[in-house]
């Protein structure tokens, strides 16, 4: 009894001093919320460094976008509907291997110096002279870039409409009179970055960057808000409070359980998730008994995508069609009649393996010569979403006789296996896609993204070749009529249906959560002007420019 | 005098041999940097360009063994820790130093708090035993120190921040306060630390308590307690002189390197209350086979118990005449 009484009165004491802290801290908070400024909540895993060169990997997504800026702004949920940016026009010639850029006038970079045609010419031949900085690898199509007067022009080895989202989307211009007199661009750390942008970087430290409003920005007008704050989270959970309690207005977060963590906390709170990318089940086309087709399309008729979806997902990523459009993103490229063509169906994947010549003994399917259909399947561990997800295809293939062992490896190791071939399944979303389903299919399927077993390849990780194949990719690269460019992916998705090269499984999404309590112009699915995760390049940009407070 | 130079050279040797095995031991690990490097590029970089991020890096530069063991020996001494893999391109040295503080005021100040708490509250309910202070506190601690540290730390947070509000629940200061000497900063980063504080206390405490207790009440038992009392000295002084300064000898090596352990911070506290300090440094750096910065984290390490141990020989030699004596 004693006892309990000293233990109240010390929670007690505890509690007074907490709260007297705690009362005059909150009205500090409140009172510097201002209404024109946006808190984005992201979980990076790290803090900033405070560099902010837009051609180091790690860093480019703090400020490509709202600092630096790119020729042309694609929209990669619109099938690539493309805006002139820092380009005022643009033209192909010479059978789509000569593009011309006609450079903005009346644009000037943050310190004040007028923005010119020398700086877009200075920043492609500095990727030239510095493999390390070009990150989308322009020059491995680029034969020679040169100016004249406000126009720009790019000749490329080989046609090369594909390569304009990299080029002229994916590349951002930096200033000439900052960047030539750097000794060495690829360690070049940019504390300072000098843009043409709606925002600068005005302070940073390793907990928080702050941006502040661009007011010579050319985009008469934009942006609307004056700040932008950008914490480092290092781990998950503080990153969502936030979120859930309205301090941070903009999210790009996975939230489990997000109806009753977040939505349910407030009617301001929305969330978004547009599909972008497949995730799939890579298949090591070079081992002998999954180089049978009928193996492989006896495994995509045997997965429940749905399930899959529901269980291993939340639902929040949705489930895949073998033809691997990702769907309702590029809904226009998708051919019905071929998606419809691999549904879930268990008892066809069995009839397909017994005319195939497998034999069940003991609840797995055996091949002629005596072996089984037991297959391991690499994994990200650190992935939980994954893991949940394996689990369940590992029950519905077993249900129909294929045996699968899941081996959850470190990022480090997954990948390296992943790039040298060193698996017989594979789960994988890590391909980069683009503002159209070709860069997908492409990644996927072209051999030149492939590697023999023991070499790195850079996407094509299950070694598919289809000389067929590769002739219609090329094909795509050739033209840009849209209607051939829809004829030459139906066909691409038949080789995905008739070949199941690799098995689409869940679509990834663009994580997205958003408050709209004191700001409006928030992309929506109505509304899907830019990719809203403020991770995507350059689209974060567009998107903060565009806020506006209530 | 000779026992503190055998200690001095004990150090020396010590040192050079964890150097060495620092720089070993990261070299045995499986996978490379590059690799881990070309993933965080998903696959979109060419070839030459892995090869000048490569030398940029000074991976895969044929160095022989005993060369780069030099080189290595040389750039610590000038306090040269290479370039992180992980805040690349910043120089480690850099990055250490701006997670160090934070580590240093969080965890530092509460081990040496908890310690001082715990050494007190332990003799003093030794020196009352079965009285109220000795009925409450001791069981109170020894429960708390068996919760699991992030679930209490989770409770608090839920508790104090998501229900009640008072405190916040994560970070170092609040994203919107100016960073400056200023006592609106100084004050965000007091009431930013009090939970992660609080909770760090309440689960390390109970072990001091316990310890210093159990010494106390032996060394109570002791002849020349018997002594100091039958010479009627006050029992604040035999507390104190007496028994205290006997009991806490075997609880100085503890002490000392667990201050030594502050540098490596704390990664749940530093993951769970989002605190920018370099425990999560560590499980990046292991993460992205970061030798660089793994490196300078563990030598600092190595050096921080090494020296906690040295001074706490030298306390001990302060404490305890009989190892001044015995040589």
Known sequence: MKRALVFAVLVGVGATVWAGFGTAGDKTVRSASAKTAVTISNEQ??????????????????????????????????????????????????GNKTLVFTIRSGVKWSDGKPFSADDVLFTYKLLKANPGLDLNADWAVLKSVSKSGNKVTFNFKTSAVPYFYYIAAQTPIVAKHIWSSIKNPVTYKDTHPVGTGPFKMSSCSPQVIKYSKNSGYWQKGLPHIDTIY????TSNDPANQQLASGKAQWGSQFIPNIKAYYSSKSSDNHYWFPPLVNVNIFIN???????????????????????????????????????????????????????????????KAISILQKAGFKKSSGVFHTKDGKPLSFRIINIGGYSDWVASVQVIQQQLKAVGIKITPENLSSTTFDSDAYNGKFELMYNGNESGGPAP????????????SAPIGKAASSNWERYYNPAVDKLIEQYGATTDSAKQHAIVTKLEAAMVNDVPVIPITEGVDWYQYNTRNLTGWVTQSNPYAKPAAYEIPDWGVLAMHLKAK | MRFVLRRLAFFVVTLWAAVTLNFLIPRLMPGNAALAMMSRYKGRIQPQAMHAIEIAFGINTHQSLVHAYFT???????????????????AVSHQVLQALPWTLGLVGATTILAFLLGTFIGLVSAWRRGGFLDGALPPIFVITSAFPYFWLALLAIWLFSIKLGWLPESGGYDVQTTVAWSWAFVGDVVRHSILPAATILITSIGGWILTMRNNTISVLAEDYVRMAR?????????????AGRNA???????????????????????????????????????????????????????????????VADGATAVLDPRTRDRS
Not at chain 1, 439 to 447: A, D, H, I
Request: aromatic share 16%; hydrophobic share 45%; charged share 10%.
């Open chain 1, 438 to 449: 070709y860069y997908e299919l492409r990644q996927l399927l072209y051999s030149k993204n």
């Open chain 1, 45 to 94: 895993g790290t803090t900033w460094t405070c560099g902010f060169s837009p051609f180091n990997g790690d860093v480019n997504s703090l400020s490509f976008g709202p600092v630096y800026e790119e020729l042309v702004f694609v929209n990669g949920l619109k099938s690539g509907a493309a805006t002139k940016w820092l380009a005022s026009g643009y033209k192909w010639s010479n």
């Open chain 2, 72 to 90: 290595y020996l040389g750039n610590i001494v000038r306090g040269h820790f290479g370039i992180s893999l992980t805040f690349f391109p910043d």
């Open chain 1, 285 to 347: 086309l070079k081992n002998p008994i999954l180089s049978n087709v009928a193996v492989r399309r006896a495994m995509a008729y045997a997965i429940d995508r749905g399930k899959v979806s529901r269980i291993g997902e939340y639902g929040y990523e949705p489930p895949s069609n073998q033809t691997g459009i990702v769907t309702p993103t590029f809904s226009s490229w998708l051919d019905k009649g071929l998606a419809s063509k691999i549904t879930y169906n268990p008892s």
């Open chain 2, 230 to 242: 039958a010479k009627g000295l006050s029992p604040w002084r035999i507390m104190w002189t007496y």
């Open chain 2, 248 to 310: 806490i000898l075997p609880n100085l090596a503890g002490f000392a390197m667990s201050l030594g352990f502050v540098v490596s911070g704390a990664i749940l506290v530093e993951f769970v209350f989002n605190y920018p300090g370099v425990g999560w440094m560590f499980l990046q750096s292991v993460e992205n086979q970061d030798y660089a910065l793994m490196q300078a984290l563990f030598l600092l390490l190595t050096v921080a118990v090494l020296l906690a141990i040295l």
């Open chain 1, 230 to 233: 950008y914490p480092a989270f």
